[in-house]
C-alpha cells in the first residue's frame, strides 16, 4: 500500500492508502465514481483514458490512467473532463464540440477534451503563426483514437475555438 | 481394436510432446545464460579468445531488451517480437520523447506490471548514432568501440556502461511478458572487461 496525495480539479482529496498495483483508471472511475475518464484499450493506444496533469510552473501535459499506477501520482494536479466546466457553464471547447457534433458514442470525447485543452494552454503561453495552426492542432491530437473517425470534426472545432480567440492562441494576432 | 490401438498413439503422441517439450527448454536454457570468462581460456590466441568472448556478449547486445532501445528509425520496438512501439512515440531532441509525448509520461520509475509497461527513472532512446537495430555482431563491435557512436565512452566506460549503470541492468528484470537478457548484469560486464582485457577484436564480417 501506498500513500497517495492528489488535488482533482483543484479540489485536494484527504491522503488515501492504495494498492501499489492500482491503476490510476481504476482509482478515478472505482474509487472515486468519476467515470468520465474511460477505459478504452488498456494499453496507452487510444487515450480515451488520458487526464490533464498541471506541473508546479504552469504547464501541463496529458497523460494516460489505463497503464499507469495512481500511486504514481502521488502530490499530483491532475484536471479530468468532470473539471473543464464552471458553474454549469460548458467550456468554449465543450461547446464548440457539441456545436460541430464531433463526437457521436462519445467515448474518446474526454481524451479529446483534455488534450485539445492542454493546446490551448500552451499557446496562449507560446502563440504559433496562422499558417501553423492545422499542422499544430493535428499533432496535439495525434494518438487520440476515435472508433466514429469524427477526427476532421474535432479538429475543425479545436480550430474555430482558437480562431474565435485569435488575439490569445496566434503570434500574427498579437 | 479402438483401445488397443489408443495407447500407442497416446505414448507416441507423449513421446513427441516431451521431445518438443525438451528441445524447448534446451534452446530455452542455451538463451538465457552466459558464459564466464573462464570458459574461453583454453582458447590459445588471445585475439581468437577475445572474439570469442565478445561474440559470447552478442547474446546481450542482439537481444531485443538492448535493441528494441538502440533502434535504427526514430521509434522504439517493444516486446520479444521487437514490433515498433504502440502508442506511436518518436525519439524527440533528447531521446525521451517529445514535448508533449514524454517517456516518462508512461514509464514510470519502476515497472508497472499491472499495466504491462517497464519503467526507470532514466527511460529513454539510446542516441541515433548508437542504432544497433539490423546491424551485425562485426558492425556493432566496430561501433561500440567508436567514442563517436558510443556516447562517447572509452573502452573502460563500456564495462560500468554494460555491467553496472542501472538503465541497462533493467534488462535483466523486465518485468511481466518480457524475457530477460541472458545471464547477469556482472556476468555482462565481466565479459566487457574480458574482451578489453584481451585487446577487444571485433568478430570478422
Given amino acids: 500500500m501506498t500513500k497517495l496525495a492528489i488535488t482533482i480539479n483543484g479540489r485536494t482529496l484527504n ?10 483508471n481504476d482509482f478515478l472511475r472505482e474509487h472515486l465514481g468519476m467515470t468520465g475518464t474511460k477505459f478504452g484499450c488498456g494499453a496507452a493506444q487510444c487515450l480515451s483514458c488520458a487526464v490533464i496533469v498541471d506541473n ?29 466546466a464552471k458553474n454549469g457553464e460548458l467550456s468554449a471547447l465543450q461547446k464548440a464540440f457539441i456545436e460541430h457534433f464531433a463526437f457521436q458514442c462519445g467515448y474518446c470525447t474526454s481524451g479529446f477534451l483534455n488534450e ?13 503563426e496562422r499558417a501553423e495552426l492545422e499542422e499544430t492542432i493535428a499533432d496535439a491530437l495525434d494518438g487520440h483514437l476515435c472508433r466514429c473517425t469524427g477526427y476532421i470534426k474535432y479538429h475543425e472545432a479545436v480550430r474555430d475555438v482558437i480562431l474565435a480567440d485569435a488575439k490569445r492562441y496566434l503570434a500574427a494576432n498579437k | 481394436m479402438k483401445s488397443a490401438m489408443r495407447f500407442p498413439i497416446l505414448a507416441s503422441a507423449a ?12 534452446s530455452q536454457t542455451a538463451s538465457t545464460t552466459l558464459d564466464s570468462p573462464e570458459r574461453f581460456i583454453s582458447i590459445a590466441d588471445t585475439g581468437a579468445r577475445s572474439t570469442a568472448i ?10 531485443p531488451r538492448c535493441v528494441n532501445c538502440h533502434p535504427a528509425g526514430d521509434r522504439p520496438h517493444q516486446g520479444d517480437a521487437s514490433r515498433l512501439h504502440q502508442p506511436p512515440v518518436v525519439r524527440g531532441v533528447d531521446g525521451h520523447g517529445t514535448e508533449t509525448m514524454r ?39 566496430a561501433q561500440i568501440k ?31 511478458g518480457r524475457t530477460p537478457a541472458p545471464g547477469t548484469q556482472q556476468e555482462a560486464g565481466a565479459l566487457v572487461d574480458a574482451w578489453i582485457r584481451t585487446g577487444a577484436v571485433c568478430p570478422a564480417g
Fill in chain 1, 15 to 24: 491522503p488515501t492508502e492504495v494498492r501499489d498495483e492500482l491503476t490510476m
Fill in chain 1, 56 to 84: 508546479p510552473d504552469g504547464t501541463s501535459y496529458t497523460s494516460p490512467t489505463c497503464i499507469v499506477s495512481a500511486a504514481s501520482f502521488d502530490g499530483k494536479a491532475i484536471r479530468t473532463v468532470e473539471g473543464h
Fill in chain 1, 116 to 128: 485539445a485543452q492542454v493546446l490551448l494552454e500552451r499557446l496562449a503561453k507560446t502563440p504559433v
Fill in chain 2, 15 to 26: 513421446a513427441l510432446a516431451m521431445s518438443v517439450l525438451t528441445g524447448y527448454a534446451a
Fill in chain 2, 54 to 63: 565478445f561474440t559470447e556478449l552478442g547474446k546481450v547486445l542482439t537481444h
Fill in chain 2, 103 to 141: 517517456c516518462s509520461i508512461c514509464h514510470q520509475n519502476a515497472n508497472f506490471d499491472p499495466g504491462r509497461v517497464p519503467g526507470h527513472p532514466e527511460w529513454h532512446l539510446a542516441p541515433r548514432e548508437m542504432a544497433w537495430e539490423g546491424k551485425t555482431l562485426a558492425e556493432i563491435c
Fill in chain 2, 146 to 176: 567508436d567514442p563517436a557512436r558510443n556516447g562517447g565512452r572509452t573502452l573502460e566506460d563500456l564495462v560500468h556502461h554494460i555491467g553496472t549503470d542501472t538503465l541497462v541492468g533493467w534488462a535483466w528484470h523486465p518485468g511481466f
